[in-house]
T-cell receptor, first 113, second 115 residues
Framework: DGGITQSPKYLFRKEGQNVTLSCEQN?????MYWYRQDPGQGLRLIYY???????QKGDIAEGYSVSREKKESFPLTVTSAQKNPTAFYLC????????????FGNGTRLTVT | GDSVTQMEGPVTLSEEAFLTINCTYT??????LFWYVQYPGEGLQLLLKATKADDKGSNKGFEATYRKETTSFHLEKGSVQVSDSAVYFCALSDQTQGGSEKLVFGKGTKLTVNP
């Protein structure tokens, strides 16, 4: 079955360390997205990519970086510059274009202490 | 900018009760409207959508009607089950301003259904 795989499900890091969250999709979708979910705040867009080798900042890109070297992969790096990195991170993909529904992975819960 | 406002939760119901989760929106263009559902420990799944005024989206017994005159897209279900316990997100996508990167989510409403 096609889908989006995020790994790992739980991730623990010490403050000051960079950490990379994996996102892989086999849906052949052009567009991929990273969201951050915090309790009571809904979803906020970090970065998105509509095509390989191109990506755009979302609403809360500071302290994060991404790459899109392959169509099926869109890893997110949480850098030490991110002031409050502990959160639930969701990756999604869609067919490029308007009204396309998002397909989400099951998320990675990152805890930084 | 565009925004979505959902009724605050949590909402707790008994099995077979009627469910309404209110959602209103503000948009400058002509948005499409969505409801997503998030079960515990999982990502979001599309529940239903409507792309123009007066459209009704429906799935798994849930319904929502796109009401342009009241800028609303309330989610309803006639008889909830324990398995409906989840967080529900209302969202809009302004189709005149780009693709799914312009999807705006509400803050979510947690529903708990007791047996």
């Amino acid at each position: 079955d096609g889908g989006i795989t995020q790994s790992p499900k739980y991730l623990f890091r010490k403050e000051g360390q960079n950490v990379t969250l994996s996102c892989e999709q086999n849906l052949n979708h052009d567009a991929m997205y990273w969201y951050r979910q915090d309790p009571g705040q809904g979803l906020r867009l970090i970065y998105y990519s509509q095509i390989v080798n191109d990506f755009q900042k979302g609403d809360i890109a500071e302290g994060y970086s991404v790459s899109r070297e392959k169509k099926e992969s869109f890893p997110l790096t949480v850098t030490s510059a991110q002031k409050n990195p502990t959160a639930f991170y969701l990756c999604a993909s869609s067919i490029a274009g308007v009204n396309s529904p998002l397909h989400f992975g099951n998320g990675t819960r990152l805890t930084v202490t | 900018g565009d925004s979505v406002t959902q009724m605050e939760g949590p909402v707790t119901l008994s099995e077979e009760a009627f469910l309404t989760i209110n959602c209103t929106y503000t948009a400058t263009g002509y948005p499409s409207l969505f409801w997503y559902v998030q079960y515990p420990g999982e990502g979001l799944q599309l529940l239903l959508k409507a792309t123009k005024a007066d459209d009704k989206g429906s799935n798994k017994g849930f319904e929502a009607t796109y009401r342009k005159e009241t800028t609303s897209f309330h989610l309803e279900k006639g008889s909830v089950q324990v398995s409906d316990s989840a967080v529900y997100f209302c969202a809009l996508s302004d189709q005149t301003q780009g693709g799914s990167e312009k999807l705006v989510f509400g803050k979510g409403t947690k529903l708990t259904v007791n047996p």
